[in-house]
C-alpha cells in the first residue's frame, strides 16, 4: 500500500499544537463528561452484564445494534470494570476519529484548515463537559456507528483518488 503523499502528511507545528490541546482538554475536562449514572447508566450497565457472559436481546434488552454494547463488554472484560476504562476506550474512540478525519480532511483542504477544523471538533463537540459526547456517550453505538461511517468515508474518498488501487 502507499503512504499518505507528503503535502497530506501533519507537519511538527501542527502535531504540537493538536497534542498539546488535546491532552490539556482531556485534562481540563477530566471525569466531567456527563454525569454517569444519568447520563450512561444503561448502556454501562449493559456493557457490565455482557462482560459477564449475558447475551443481548436475551439476557440484556437494548433498542441498538450490537456492535456497541458487545465490544464495550469485552473492553470490560479484559481491561476491568471501572469508570477510567471506559474514559480510555472514549478517548481512544475519539482518536482513531480525529485521525480519519484528518485524513479526510487533509483531502479538500489546506494543514491550517484542518487543524483548526479538528480543534473545533474537540472543542465544541468531543469534550463538551456536562453533555454527551465522544468520550462518554450517553450510549456507544452512536461513538462506534460514528468512527465506521467516518471509515467508510475515509475509504471511499481513497479509492476516488486511487481508481488503479482499488480491491
Not at 61 to 83: C, D, E, N, S
Amino acid at each position: 500500500t502507499e503512504s499518505m503523499p507528503a503535502s497530506r502528511r501533519i507537519s511538527r507545528c501542527s502535531l504540537v499544537f493538536l497534542t498539546v490541546l488535546f491532552v490539556a482538554t482531556t485534562a481540563w475536562t477530566w471525569a466531567s463528561w456527563g454525569h454517569v449514572r444519568v447520563d450512561t447508566g444503561g448502556a454501562l450497565h449493559r456493557a457490565e452484564k455482557i462482560s459477564e457472559g449475558a447475551v443481548l436481546y436475551r439476557d440484556v434488552q437494548v433498542h441498538y445494534p450490537p456492535l456497541a454494547p458487545y465490544a464495550m463488554g469485552a473492553i470490560l472484560a479484559v481491561f476491568g470494570k471501572h469508570l477510567n476504562v471506559v474514559y480510555a476506550t472514549g478517548l481512544i474512540l475519539l482518536l482513531l476519529q480525529s485521525c480519519l478525519l484528518w485524513q479526510i480532511g487533509r483531502c479538500f483542504l489546506d494543514e491550517l484548515e484542518t487543524t483548526v477544523g479538528l480543534a473545533a471538533f474537540w472543542l465544541l463537540l468531543a469534550f463538551q463537559p456536562g453533555l454527551f459526547n465522544w468520550i462518554l456517550p450517553n450510549v456507544f453505538a452512536g461513538t462506534f456507528a460514528s468512527l465506521l461511517s467516518t471509515a467508510v468515508v475515509a475509504v471511499i474518498v481513497r479509492d476516488v483518488e486511487r481508481p488503479e488501487n482499488r480491491n
